[in-house]
């Protein structure tokens, strides 16, 4: 009996042993969970701002606008750029939590050089902000740190190599959307195009229902008597839709000294909602060449890239591949 007793005894001793690793297994799992959910939501749709505030570059706020978002209230972002930080909110998982003793160490840099990431749903209060911190040493995660927590994690993206931190630490050009034209032909009334340095190549498209004229803009150029090509016409109302810049040129004096340059074009579209987009286009190679003095449509082919001033705003740099399809001069749209 008394040996049976002492078995009986080891078996509690085993179980309580047994029961205390579960909760304590328990324990450790819910809070990844916490930490996983914590830092993210379920879908975009919860979110309808994101406000980013780096300790270097200047604040940056996403707002939902219909289906697109817009980059501090004016621009449309750029969705190549932007579904990374909209992966990352939606994914990213724990990776670890960092040892006990080094986790002073990360707050004290998160505090120092965070990210702070709040997230808005139709309130003028965060319903989430975190903070994001450097990359780990070995560049598989990144540290992370709710607001009002003691505890910081590391936090990655499944499947992907890499940390989190250069998604929300970019200078504003980057998450701007680079598209200078985007119509459809239905939404294009008329297009007017000028060529300073070769006026006669100059023209005005006009769309009146179903009818398109072609016609110099230029009073002592003749009006040719060759039929219109309407599959050029089509071709050309088409080359509009999808027209993007390889880059945002941002720098104020070569702004102002291209702008006291004679343009290589001048393009003016009126849209059917009565908005007008121009962008005037300069010769990126006559600038870099001095010798070199592009003047008209016959012109274009040695040219690979321009520089563009967009509705008196914004000047991009935009590639021939792209955009050379536009600089048309008026005897191409005649057989």
């Not at 598209?179 to 294009?188: L, T």
Request: charged content about 25%; hydrophobic content about 40%; some cysteine.
């Amino acid at each position: 009996m008394k040996r049976i007793g002492i078995l009986l005894f080891a078996l509690l001793l085993l179980s309580g042993g047994a029961y205390y690793l579960y909760q304590k297994n328990s324990a450790n799992t819910k809070g990844m969970v916490t930490a996983d959910r914590g830092f993210t939501v379920e879908s975009m749709d919860e979110i309808t701002n994101i406000v980013l505030k780096h300790p270097r570059l200047q604040p940056i706020q996403f707002s939902k606008n219909g289906k697109s978002w817009l980059l501090n209230g004016k621009y449309l972002v750029n969705d190549a750029v932007f579904i990374n930080i909209e992966k990352a909110l939606v994914d990213m998982k724990m990776l670890y939590v960092p040892p006990k003793a080094a986790n002073a160490t990360v707050k004290e840099s998160i505090g120092k050089y965070a990210i702070e990431v709040s997230l808005y749903n139709n309130s003028d209060q965060p319903f989430k902000t975190f903070y994001i911190g450097s990359d780990t040493q070995k560049g598989e995660g990144t540290y992370m740190l709710m607001k009002g927590e003691e505890q910081a994690y590391v936090m990655h993206l499944p499947g992907l190599m890499g940390g989190l931190r250069s998604r929300f630490e970019q200078p504003v050009k980057n998450y701007r959307d680079k598209f200078i034209f985007r119509e459809k032909p239905e939404q294009i009334e008329s297009i007017t195009v000028n060529y300073p340095k070769s006026e006669s190549s100059s023209f005005k498209l006009v769309k009146d229902g179903k009818t398109v004229t072609v016609s110099p803009t230029i009073a002592n150029v003749q009006k040719t008597d060759k039929p219109l090509n309407e599959r050029v016409v089509n071709a050309y109302l088409s080359s509009f839709e999808m027209l993007g810049a390889e880059d945002i040129f941002d720098a104020k004096e070569g702004i102002d000294t291209l702008l006291q340059l004679v343009p290589f074009c001048v393009v003016e579209m009126k849209k059917t909602n009565g908005n007008i987009k121009k962008s005037v286009f300069y010769s990126y190679e006559d600038i870099i060449w001095k010798d070199k003095n592009s003047r008209g449509p016959k012109d274009v082919a040695q040219m690979e890239r321009f520089y563009a001033w967009v509705d008196d705003t914004d000047m991009f740099i935009v590639q021939k591949r792209v955009f050379g399809n536009i600089f048309l001069g008026y005897e191409n749209f005649y057989r």
